[in-house]
């Protein structure tokens, strides 16, 4: 079916959410966004000072690891660069494709590497208090962080709800947010480092991977086939590299198919030879009993 954009759409000026004309996009402009900046400075100080000055204080001898550091560093690095610069004015005014790039970055690997580079006695003290320590053990349930995760990111690529985040800077925001915050939850039962609030079992973390990017593969899957613009806020901008509304629509669909349903195979993978690993482990550690009692 040939796609047939309405003239109103064509023809309405390329205005961004402030009112003002949407140039075309310049390649040597960087722009970095102040509340971006603090926030990731925020967490960054945190994180020091939880494994740095409050460590000490407390006694504690467990230290975290070099590569903790850099993986939680490396987390925050990549949120900057998916929130500031030519990620952020493509995805925000230009490129639908890019701005499923950017979903992706801030819901596959910001969480992991941030979870990863945590150390579980970073965390202990916060959940302390007993309801602190119960809503998480309740957010962290293998159902519930999956239903948060896919409400969200599911929810959000709809129509109506994309249309109103892309149009609302406020809205748009909390959008990214709520990217973040639920997808940490979902990584949770995977990458948890809480004894408090424990890992799935290796094959229980297979299964929910598998099950968690069904939905985003069924969202991806309607917009790659849609043969009708679904996103209009990106037809009116100039276009980059040349590449229409519809063909760049289908691109971020793809994009959100391939690539992101592959990275939770990718990590089942990683997470099936860790549970040959432990088994290996277990059958020598029986092995060495049996042995001694011999």
């Known amino acids: 079916m040939i796609l047939h954009i309405p003239d109103s759409l064509l023809t309405r000026p390329a205005l961004d959410r402030f009112g003002r004309p949407i140039p075309p996009f310049d390649w040597h402009r960087w722009e970095s966004h102040i509340s971006t900046i603090i926030g990731l400075a925020i967490l960054a100080a945190l994180y020091l000072m939880a494994i740095g000055p409050m460590r000490r204080r407390a006694g504690i001898t467990e230290r975290a690891s070099g590569w903790q550091i850099t993986s939680f560093f490396t987390g925050l690095v990549v949120t900057f660069f998916a929130l500031n610069g030519p990620v952020h004015d493509l995805s925000d005014y230009y490129l639908f494709s890019v701005h499923m ?10 969480p992991p590497l941030l979870l990863l580079g945590l150390p579980g ?7 302390r208090p007993r309801w602190v320590l119960a809503t998480g053990r309740f957010l962290s349930r293998p159902a519930v962080a999956f239903g948060l995760y896919t409400l969200s990111f599911t929810g959000w690529h709809l129509q109506p709800a994309y249309d109103l985040m892309m149009r609302n800077h406020n809205v748009h925001i909390v959008t990214h947010l709520q990217f973040m915050v639920t997808a940490m939850i979902m990584w949770w039962p995977v990458l948890s480092p809480l004894r408090e609030m424990p890992r799935m079992s290796y094959g229980g973390q297979m299964i929910y991977l598998f099950l968690i990017g069904i939905p985003m593969m069924a ?8 043969d009708v613009l679904l996103y209009p806020w990106y037809a009116p901008s100039p276009r980059v590299w040349g590449i229409s509304p519809l063909d760049d629509q289908r691109l971020g669909g793809i994009i959100m198919w391939v690539p992101g349903g592959l990275f939770y195979w990718v990590v089942m993978t990683f997470v099936f030879f860790a549970w040959v690993r432990s088994e290996r482990r277990s059958d020598d550690a ?5 042995a001694a009692v011999r």
């Not at 790039?101 to 910001?110: A, D, F, G, I, N």
């Not at 006695?121 to 959940?127: D, G």
């Not at 969202?219 to 849609?226: E, F, K, P, S």
């Open 101 to 110: 790039v950017q979903h992706l970055v801030l819901t596959q690997l910001m």
């Open 286 to 290: 029986e092995r060495a009993a049996r």
């Open 219 to 226: 969202v991806a899957a309607m917009i790659t086939l849609a």
């Open 121 to 127: 006695f970073a965390l202990r003290p916060l959940v």
